[in-house]
């Protein structure tokens, strides 16, 4: 009978065998930068491994009647298989990657500084690992109800009416998907963190002002949305006043969609679906006119009913919704459950694709606050006033 020698048991590698199996050091003096960098992606590696740990308390799969759903690839609007929740990291994991990164900068340097692949050491200030969610498939069941609802409560909302020399006004939170390549080729999906957004709009749209201090771009008093040629007239550039010209009826309004917009995006049916998302995020509506826009909105092949979202803003609603073929993201609009109001929009991506995770959550938004105010970067009662321009 052949017999497996058994082995030695292997004795723990004194510190002189360790310094032969490891590259020779560099110079150990690193520059402030430097280790500002490696702090840096030290706690990156510290919250990925962290946030694992949360409990998943996203809903359950449903039904799906959405384009794809008998096909042998996923439905849209599904994930791409089920599957087992991930299972926690232990927290001794935490020591030992902050052991590894330190290794690493003591002995060779680490992959994807200055010197190296030119990689980001750690992800944009202020990003976020992008949240994952269960998708919750969608349905044409119900559909039409929910629509009546939220239509119905549209045309029904109280607005008020912009005079001359008034501002539109509207106040949101949001987060965005940012694209971020680590320090190993890797991508991975960050978002930005929640944060504020105010739009002040002239009924012409020839004047106005965006705040969003959290965004580079943006100085912390604001930018000018100021349009010298007037302002917008079309459904990609809208004002107030040209969105009183539209027709209300839901048939009109989609054939004017279509036949605007025909061309772009990823095809007519997503792009109609995108450009009266456009309309319902950040604009004051005439009432009428919203609730043509939902009607049109459920006549596009693909929009199903999602029976829970939730927005920027933490709050669940009912969603009407559709599906990206071309790169699996779900646009949902998000309403409320009682008054049937819209509260805000989200994303989420159905299927793996372009290394961006099923069910990563690549957007969301949250509106609080449409109002008309007198004057630029004035706020409505109880919100103060924005701070003077520089």
Do not use: C
Not at 82 to 101: I, M
Not at 271 to 290: H, M, N, W, Y
Not at 328 to 335: D, L, M, N, S, V
């Amino acid at each position: 009978m052949i017999r497996t020698p058994r082995r030695r048991r292997e004795e723990p590698l004194d510190h002189a065998e360790l310094a032969r199996l490891l590259p020779a050091p560099g110079d150990p003096e690193l520059s402030s930068d430097r280790l500002n960098g490696l702090e840096e992606h030290l706690m990156t590696e510290i919250r990925n491994l962290t946030s694992d740990t949360a409990p998943d308390t996203s809903p359950h799969t449903a039904s799906d009647t959405s384009p794809g759903a008998s096909t042998g690839a996923p439905p849209v609007g599904a994930p791409a298989r089920n599957r087992a929740p991930r299972p926690a990291r232990r927290p001794v994991l935490v020591g030992v990657a902050a052991a590894l990164v330190l290794a690493a900068a003591g002995v060779a340097g680490l992959a994807g500084s200055s010197g190296g692949s030119g990689r980001a050491v750690a992800p944009p200030a202020g990003a976020v690992p992008a949240p994952v969610v269960q998708v919750v498939r969608g349905s044409t069941a119900g559909l039409a109800g929910a629509v009546a609802d939220i239509s119905g409560a549209a045309a029904r909302a109280e607005l008020p009416e912009p005079g001359p020399g008034q501002f539109l006004y509207v106040r949101s939170e949001v987060s965005w998907l940012v694209s971020w390549e680590g320090a190993d080729g890797k991508n991975r999906s960050y978002v930005d963190q929640i944060h504020p957004r105010e739009v002040w709009m002239s009924p012409d749209g020839g004047k106005g002002w965006l705040m969003e201090p959290y965004k580079e771009a943006v100085d912390r008093d604001g930018i000018t949305l100021d349009d010298p040629e007037g302002g917008g007239r079309t459904l990609n550039s809208p004002s107030y006043d040209y969105l009183r010209t539209l027709p209300t009826d839901p048939g009109l309004l989609l054939k004017k969609i279509y036949d605007e917009t025909g061309g772009m995006g990823n095809g007519p049916d997503q792009q109609a679906f995108s450009t009266i998302g456009d309309l319902l995020r950040e604009q004051v509506v005439p009432p009428k006119l919203a609730a043509g826009l939902y009607r049109a909105a459920a006549r596009i092949p693909g929009v199903v009913l999602v029976d829970d979202s939730v927005d920027a803003a933490g709050r669940h609603g009912v969603a009407i919704a559709r599906t990206d073929e071309a790169d699996g993201a779900r646009t949902e609009w998000i309403f409320d459950r009682e008054t049937y109001t819209y509260l805000g929009e989200r994303t989420v991506q159905t299927r793996d694709a372009e290394g961006i995770e099923a069910g990563t959550v690549r957007g969301r938004t949250a509106v609080t606050d449409r109002a008309v105010v007198d004057a630029v970067k004035q706020r409505p009662a109880g919100l103060g006033d924005a701070p003077p321009s520089a």
